[in-house]
Every structure is written in C-alpha cells, then in structure tokens.
C-alpha cells in the first residue's frame, strides 16, 4: 500500500477515535487487543501444548470401543447383570474423563486470560457426550 494513502487513513483513524467517550474509546482498545492477538503467531509454552494433549485425548480406544458396545446392547435391551454393572463402571469412567476434561479447559483459560467459552470457541471445541 502506498505509505501516502496509508498514513491519511491511519489519520482518519484517529481523527474518528478523537471524538469518542471514555467508554467508547475502552470497548475500541479491547477489539484491537482481540485483533492484535489473532495477528500475533501462536506460540504456546510446554504447560499450554501439554492442557491442550490432555484436553484432545479420550478414553482408550479399547474402552472407548467396549463402551460403546455396551451402549448398543443396553439400547438392544440385550445387557446381562454383568454387562450392565460394567457399563455403569464404564460410564462412571467416561463422566471422570469429561469432567478431568473440563479441569484442562480451565486451566488452559486461566493460563491464557481468557473465558472458558472463549477457550472452547478458540479451539472450536465440540462437547464430548458420554450418555449411557
């Protein structure tokens, strides 16, 4: 871009913030910081990459797949006593996991300063529903 035409719109720029309040002047300098901070490369520190491994990890696959298969059967109404106490331990397993999941997310949003819902939208994060 040309610097001539650059500088009369940073001008510009200044010119329309000159004549905001206090507060309005407050709501523009936090949507630059939030654009700042997209343009900004993303380097995250040990503690950061490590919340983010655990917060995208699961369940075992071989659990994961048992569970499943219980919740099948049990919505076959085919569990037998045994199948069914273990699904109750393995449900109780998957709802320790959304929850240490949510622990993560927290903690992540902490590091960061930011809301857990600006975590989750940031990470475009879909819930993880473990239902039996």
Do not use: C
């Not at 905001?20 to 709501?27: A, H, K, M, R, S």
């Not at 919740?71 to 069914?84: A, C, D, G, P, Q």
């Not at 927290?106 to 939208?121: H, M, Q, T, V």
């Amino acid at each position: 871009m040309n610097t001539l035409i650059h500088n009369q719109q940073l001008n510009n720029i200044y010119q329309s913030l000159s004549i905001l309040n206090v507060i309005e002047l407050d709501q523009v300098m936090q949507e630059i910081i939030l654009l700042r901070r997209k343009k900004l490369p993303t380097v995250l520190t040990q503690n950061e990459t490590e919340l983010l491994r655990k917060i995208n990890s699961g369940a075992p696959s071989v659990i994961q797949k048992r569970y499943n298969f219980l919740v099948k059967k049990r919505n076959n109404e085919s569990l037998n006593e045994s199948e069914y106490q273990e699904l109750l331990e393995l449900t109780s397993y998957m709802e320790n996991l959304g929850v240490k999941r949510l622990e993560y997310l927290l903690e992540l949003a902490r590091l960061k300063n930011l809301s857990l819902d600006d975590i989750i939208e940031q990470l475009q994060l879909k819930p993880k529903l473990y239902v039996a």
